[in-house]
Every structure is written in structure tokens, then in C-alpha cells.
């Protein structure tokens, strides 16, 4: 008889040999018949080679023989460890779908709970794989168990307290319902796979049975009802997309609020003047230009990473500035000038978002104020708009600002916080006030024109005395900006001011002063 535990171990591997067919050839199969990779698979294409170290691999519900031998073995549908991405190391919580569907019959609740809790703990970024319920009940557990129980988020006080000491990140690779719906938006970045995904409360059989209507998944939750709603930041096209876009997102952010953003050295020339900054506003003001070209001259090259893609005109993203992180607020005026509602959210999240991880702000502002009309008051964009005002206002990482061209209005003012001391310049293309000229003259002169014998030519006059004293310069000699630069300035200005930014930061370290939300 040995003495050494040789047996021992060959059933350690014997099991996690068994735990590596997941639900099946079948089922393995079936995935990949609809395109999705599994699991395994999946966190073989994400984490760096060899990097990944699972824990409760042997997680799952076996049967044994008359002897005592396991026969067969059902590996839980949830695998999780540690891994690294891009060199930083991380923890995977990735869903099974292959093992019925990702749903609660089939999951082991203490093992999601670890990840959750590791991540926290250990203050490691955490990345959810989601694809089917995520460990959400089943009816099937009902009647198997012959009793039913009050619902409870497992482990939900961790997925809470991870938003704000953590980065999150969810991807939906495949039809997300229920409790991993929940666990989905419960991120910082929710990334959804075009024409795999879909994102829902709960699927097609129980809306057919709760409301009657009939709908397919993806008309249910697929992408035309994702893209613009808010609940998910971006939408790519592939799950090889979905990972690249997780490393760059976390190639921003620091390991947890106790730590700075990921500082580097600055590969890109802190002096870069761009000549195409000189004319990139026209000067005619009814023209709109194209903000990604700024982007991209101001910021460090090939830094700019777009963040919540909802928010219409409301550009949000993360780039660099001489190698430093940073949050990025602009507009794009091809696609409007005005705060909508779902802007307004955008804006939130990502000033959230650098408030949490101690992001420096910078606004490239050109802001025409609160989007007006029926539609608008329908959508709730005033308190959407005052909601991203107030975290602007409490936000405490330091603000800089470039105004573009407009600043209009209450969403104007609060698009940067400038009560506090901020660093400031508007470029010759400023214009700004309280309301636009155009509609405001009607207002504010309606009894002058209302006995005017030519009241369009009464307009016109206005119009030209007011256009006379909105020169950009008659507010720099109040003092009004604090300067008035050459667009071209304005990379270098910015590469000064993120070194002074950052001096401030480690001050901030910690939980931010109020708990994040999704």
C-alpha cells in the first residue's frame, strides 16, 4: 500500500478533467452553433496565456456509487479565479451557459459570492463574463426542493460596495436575464455584443405569460433596444471586440480607489501644435465641425477611448495627457449642441466614474444648454440635466476647460463646476450667454417689437448691438475667462495643467464621497 497521496491527486485531476466538459459535447456544440464561445474558452481569449489560477474548480454536484466513488460529476455553471490582462491582474467571474442556461438549479451561490468578495477584498478590478440567468432561480429549483423562498440578491451588499472601491467590468456574450440583467448594469462598463446578446428582465416565455405579448429575444433585448437607452456603455460587434475594449477600459484606472490612475511615461510630445486647430471651429456659427478630430489633437495620440456611446450629442470619454488619465466631457455638434436626457445620464457616469477612480476632468465645451420642446419635457431632461449638474458640482477631482464655441444657458453653467478654482481658456470661437440670440431677442424685446413698425428689421438691429458686445474679448477684459488662447495652445496648456492635477490626487485617495450607482 503507498504511503504518499498519489491516489489523492490523481482524483484531483481526474475531476477537474471531469469540470473541463462542461455541460457536455451537446451543449458545447449548441454554443457554438449560435456563435458564442464557452466559457472556457472565453476566458482563454481575454486573459493573458497561462495567467488564469481557478478557484473551486471542483465545484459541483456529483453522484457516487454503492462504494462511494464518484460516477458523474455536474461542474457548477459559474467558473471564477484570477487572472491577468494586459499584465494587470484581475478577477473572472465568468457564467456557464452550457450548464442549464447559467440558472440557479445549476449554481453553487458561495462561488459567485467569493469572486465578489475577492475583488473587494484583495481590491482587485473584477470582469463578469455574463451569458444566461447568472445563478438567477428557476422554477425548476421550486419543485425540486418542494418549497419556495423569499428572493434575495446573493451576495448583493459585495456588488454594491465593489462599485465603489473597484472597477467592474459586465459583458453580455449571450442572452442576459434576470439576476445576471441585474448583474449587468451593476458595472462601470457594460459592453454588449452586437447580434449575440440581448439584455432583459426577463425573457420571452414569461413576458408571453405576464403582459401576453409576444416577442423574440431580440426584440425583447437585442441591440436596437440597448444602443441608445443607457443601459449599456458600448456596443461591439464581436466578443473579441468586447475583450479588447475591457483591457483598454482598465488600462485607465487604477486597481481600486486606494491607488492613483495608471500613470506613463508621455510617448507623445506634450508641445504637439496641431494646425488643423486653428480651423477646426468655422466661423460661421451655424456650421457645426466634427469633435473627434479635436480629440485627437489635443489628447495623447491613439488615447481616446469612448465611453458611454448613449449620449447623443454628449461625447464622454477617458484619454490621456502627457501619459496621465484623464475624463473627457465634449459635444459633437453633427449630432446637436444640447444636453438631452440620456446625455445628461452619459454625462453622470462618466464624472462618476472619475470621481470614484480620481480622474482629473477636462471639458472641451461647446454647450447650447438643456434640450427644449415636448419631447424633451416628456423624456424628464430637466431633472436628468440638474441630476448631472449636481455631481458635476460635487465632484472634488480637479476641472480644467476649453470653451469651443457656446455656453448656453443652465446646462452651459454646469457643465464644469466654475464656483471652484478651476483651470479655464476659451478659444476666439466663444460665444455665450443666457440664452442664444436667435428666439432670445424675441423674448426679451417682445414690447419693443410689438410696436415697431418693422419688427424684422427691429430684430435685425438688436441683433447687431448684441453681436457688437458678445465679443469673446469684451468678457476676457472682465475677467469673464481666464484667457483667450490659440487653439493650437491648447495640448500644451493641458499637459501643464494634468501634472498639477495630479499633485492633487493622492489626497482623494479612497472610497469616493458618495457611494457609486449604476
Not at 458600448?234 to 500613470?263: K, M, W
Not at 494646425?275 to 471651429?281: D, G, I
Not at 424633451?376 to 476647460?401: C, D, F, K
Request: charged share 20%; glycine share 12%.
Amino acid at each position: 500500500m503507498t504511503e504518499d497521496w498519489t491516489s489523492a491527486v490523481e482524483e484531483i485531476e481526474r475531476r477537474r478533467a471531469l469540470a473541463a466538459q462542461l455541460g457536455g459535447p451537446d451543449k458545447i456544440a449548441r454554443q457554438h452553433s449560435s456563435g458564442r464561445r464557452t466559457v472556457r474558452e472565453r476566458i482563454d481569449r481575454l486573459a493573458d496565456p497561462g495567467s488564469f489560477q481557478e478557484i473551486g474548480a471542483l465545484t459541483g454536484f456529483g453522484t457516487y456509487g454503492e462504494d462511494g466513488s464518484l460516477d458523474t460529476v455536474q461542474p457548477a455553471n459559474f467558473v471564477t479565479g484570477t487572472a491577468r490582462v494586459h499584465g494587470r491582474k484581475v478577477v473572472l467571474g465568468a457564467d456557464d451557459f452550457t450548464v442549464r442556461g447559467g440558472s440557479g438549479d445549476a449554481m453553487i451561490y458561495a462561488k459567485q459570492i467569493y469572486s465578489e468578495q475577492l475583488a473587494g477584498q484583495y481590491r482587485l478590478p473584477l470582469i463578469r463574463l455574463l451569458d444566461g440567468a447568472s445563478g438567477g432561480g428557476s422554477v425548476k429549483m421550486a419543485a425540486q426542493s418542494g418549497f419556495t423562498y423569499v428572493p434575495v440578491n446573493p451576495g448583493w451588499d459585495h456588488v454594491v460596495h465593489n462599485l465603489s472601491t473597484v472597477p467592474v467590468v459586465a459583458a453580455c456574450l449571450g442572452p442576459v436575464v434576470g439576476l445576471g440583467a441585474a448583474r449587468a448594469v451593476m458595472s462601470h462598463l457594460c459592453v454588449f455584443v452586437d447580434g449575440l446578446a440581448q439584455l432583459f428582465v426577463a425573457g420571452p416565455p414569461v413576458v408571453r405569460g405576464g403582459t401576453g405579448e409576444q416577442v423574440s429575444k431580440d426584440e425583447l433585448g437585442g441591440t436596437d433596444i440597448h444602443r441608445r437607452n443607457g443601459s449599456v456603455e458600448r456596443v461591439v460587434t464581436s466578443e473579441d471586440e468586447a475583450f479588447t475594449v475591457i483591457g483598454q477600459f482598465l488600462s485607465y484606472l487604477p486597481d481600486s480607489v486606494h491607488a492613483l490612475p495608471p500613470a506613463t511615461a508621455g510617448a507623445d510630445p506634450a508641445d504637439r501644435r496641431e494646425e488643423s486647430l486653428l480651423s477646426a471651429v468655422p466661423r460661421d456659427p451655424r456650421r457645426p465641425y466634427r469633435i473627434q478630430p479635436i480629440l485627437d489633437a489635443v489628447f495623447d495620440t491613439g488615447s481616446v477611448f469612448r465611453y458611454a456611446e448613449y449620449g447623443g450629442a454628449t461625447v464622454t470619454a477617458l484619454a490621456r495627457l502627457d501619459g496621465h488619465p484623464v475624463g473627457v466631457l465634449a459635444t459633437d455638434p453633427y449630432r446637436g449642441g444640447t444636453l438631452s436626457a440620456t446625455g445628461a445620464q452619459a454625462l453622470t457616469r462618466l464624472v462618476e466614474l472619475c470621481e470614484t477612480f480620481h480622474l482629473p476632468i477636462v471639458s472641451l465645451t461647446d454647450q447650447a444648454g438643456m434640450t427644449i420642446g415636448p419631447a424633451a419635457e416628456r423624456a424628464g431632461t430637466l431633472r436628468a440635466g440638474a441630476r448631472a449638474i449636481a455631481t458635476v458640482y460635487q465632484a472634488r477631482v480637479p476641472q480644467a476647460e476649453v470653451i469651443l464655441r457656446r455656453v448656453y444657458g443652465v446646462g452651459g453653467a454646469g457643465i464644469v463646476n466654475r464656483h471652484r478654482v478651476h483651470r479655464g481658456w476659451a478659444w476666439p470661437s466663444g460665444d455665450w450667454g443666457s440664452l442664444p440670440t436667435k428666439g432670445g431677442i424675441e423674448a426679451a424685446f417682445r414690447a419693443e417689437l410689438a410696436t415697431s413698425p418693422d419688427p424684422a428689421a427691429e430684430i435685425d438691429r438688436i441683433h447687431a448691438q448684441l453681436s457688437a458686445i458678445a465679443s469673446p474679448f469684451r468678457t476676457a477684459e472682465h475677467f469673464g475667462v481666464q484667457d483667450l488662447i490659440d487653439p493650437r495652445d491648447t495640448r500644451a496648456l493641458l499637459c501643464d495643467w494634468v501634472h498639477d492635477a495630479y499633485r492633487l490626487l493622492p489626497e482623494l485617495l479612497g472610497p469616493p464621497a458618495w457611494g457609486s450607482r449604476p
